[in-house]
């Protein structure tokens, strides 16, 4: 194996950190040793054991002291688990300058590891240590929308509005899952709500009604406008999309997934069903589906209904 002295250029720099790290994790078993742990400890989490969770993470964050991975001016290290996470990074934050990024994921996930952590700790009402586990995981995944939200939730219950709401927003940018939209729209209204900005925040509550048609939370937009409306001379029935639209983009967010990923999704779908990748082309579907909201999904039902009853007539 080549020393650090000898390694002539980054690849090799990069091999031999690599097979640092690999000796490292022996410890905990090699990296299917971390998934087993990371396994464990969300069982233990799951059955609310906070302190057995935390206890099974510890051998694991002891094998990462010292670990060999330190972005410079010359590379940048990441550790970016998902697919998509791994375009949207490409997208949104490689820089122009030719900077080599090394992603690490599959020789360690930081970005898992730290994540879980966080919310150990978060479990534990140990907020401190929960922010500085997700700035971690953060660290290594920018575009780790998941524990963004959880940063912006740690960032909110300390009273730090404004970072609350840089947070959010970030992670508005990079979002393709509906939950997110959810929560994003919910630490926005009560931005707005502690702002007294009373018509802001009857907006956001209203746009989470468009990605989730879960029971819970459409009781729980109900209680935020009958609760809004106490606070508020306004007439819910003048809400108009382009008034959201307008409001949401003074603030620097959109009122729905930022078209940016929406059009990145579908690049990618074409380019693996024209490559016949059936398996990557399923995956960007699934996301696809995914950016439509509540409304495009009920319709596109109606119209898979309508096509179907069309069909036994004509049968």
Known sequence: MLSIEAAKNIEDLF???????????????????VMEILDLSLEARKHEDY???LKIMEPLIDALKDQPFASNDAVVYVSISD?????????????????????????????????????????LGDKANALDAAREALKWNPMFTKCRILFALLCSEDGRWEDMLKETVF??????????LVYCFRFLRDYFFYKKQYKEAVYCSFLRTRFSSSRD??????????????VVNFDYKQINDEDMAESCKKYGFTPGFNPEVIAIVQRCYEE?????????????????????????????VNLRQLVERSRNIMS
């Open 15 to 33: 091999q031999i950190k690599a097979a640092i790290m690999r000796q490292k994790l022996e410890d905990v078993g090699g990296l299917g040793g």
């Open 51 to 53: 302190q057995k969770s």
């Open 83 to 123: 697919r998509m996470e791994r375009i949207l990074y490409h997208h949104f934050c490689q820089t122009s300058s030719n900077q080599p990024v090394k992603n690490i994921s599959e020789i360690c996930p930081m970005d898992w590891i730290y994540r879980q952590y966080a919310l150990i700790f978060f479990d």
């Open 171 to 180: 992670a508005m940018k990079s979002s393709f899952r509906s939950v997110d």
């Open 217 to 230: 939370i459409m009781l729980e937009i109900v209680n935020d406008m009958m609760m809004l409306a106490k």
């Open 272 to 300: 693996a069903f024209l490559e016949s990748k059936s398996e990557k082309a399923n995956y960007f579907a699934e996301i696809m589906a995914e950016l439509k909201t509540e409304q495009e999904k009920r319709n596109s």
